[in-house]
């Protein structure tokens, strides 16, 4: 055994992201091909979006809601 120091490798936590169309492009991409090959995803893709619906919609009101009171 040698004691050398282990190479980090790469950190998906140290690549820069920016909002491009690109970025858009390829999480669409992504997420077509997963939802092509493994069909099951499709019912966790539907229940994410209406769960968060549900979530987004709930904030809305509740901060809403909240706003109208302190004001």
């Known amino acids: 055994m040698y ?8 950190r ?3 690549i820069p992201v920016t ?3 690109a970025g858009l492009l390829f999480v669409l991409g992504t997420l077509f091909v997963f939802l092509v090959g493994l069909p099951v995803l499709r019912y966790f893709l539907l229940i994410g979006l209406v769960g ?7 904030r ?12």
């Open 19 to 21: 909002w491009t169309i």
């Open 12 to 14: 998906i936590d140290r």
């Open 3 to 10: 004691d050398m120091d282990r190479h980090p490798g790469i």
């Open 60 to 71: 809305y009101y509740y901060l809403r809601r909240d706003n109208r009171d302190s004001a």
């Open 52 to 58: 968060g619906l549900l979530v987004g919609v709930f």
